[in-house]
């Protein structure tokens, strides 16, 4: 049964489950909806593991974290660890380290994320690295990134790791460094579309380092660096 949750703030709170799965300050799983709400405070988990929610299959609108998120394991965001629903109007300014599929807003987004923006540093040791989301197999539109990110494995990006999707009218300008393959100031690897997009980041990396994107196996157009 899904479920509401209006104009709640949580202050300065600490959650700590080293061993667990979707695990956030406000809720451990979102399959209702989430609106005008915010935590601040540190979060820790194995995987799901998000500043506001660890898994989200619903809707997320008007929220934000501040804080500390980490985890052990994959799939770890500022604001939402996995995102299988819709996140609009949010916000992140939290610090995010973990393993694979780290984003500072959502670690792997699955769905839609729009109108929404990270701030905070992100680093992973693994792949998919974004300043904004880990990995996008759906769709992001009108976001942006501006934190420092860092990763260890392939695909590190300003605003998103991976691309398997849509990317459009977003932007990302923190400093982003990889340490392997397909690293970029706006996408590390994209395989889908990026569109009216563009990134100031200054990138470093070892193979394949673009300012826009690392390595494209897509389309991109009417986009700079």
Known sequence: TSSSIFDIGLLNASVTAQNSDNVGILSGRNSGVIYD???????????????????????????????????????????????????????????VDGSNNIGGLVGGNRKSIDNSYSTGTVSGSG?????????????????????????????????????????DNSYSTGTVSGSVDNTGGLVGRSYGVVEN????????????????????D???SNSYS
């Open 37 to 95: 709400s915010y935590s601040t405070g540190f979060v820790n988990g194995n995987t799901y593991v998000g500043g506001l929610v660890g898994g989200n299959p619903g809707s997320i609108d008007n929220s934000y974290s501040t804080g500390t998120v980490s985890g052990s394991g994959d799939n770890i965001g500022g604001l939402v660890g996995y995102n299988d629903g819709t996140v609009s109007n949010s916000y992140s300014t939290s610090s």
């Open 197 to 216: 997009s563009y990134s100031t980041s200054a990138s470093t990396g070892n193979t394949d380092v673009g300012g826009l994107v690392g390595y494209n």
């Open 127 to 167: 792949d998919n690295v974004g300043g904004l989301a880990g990995y996008n197999v759906e769709f992001i539109d009108n976001s942006y990134s501006t934190g420092t990110v860092s990763g260890s494995g392939v695909n590190t990006g300003g605003l998103v790791g991976g691309n398997w999707e849509s990317i």
């Open 218 to 220: 897509g389309t991109v």
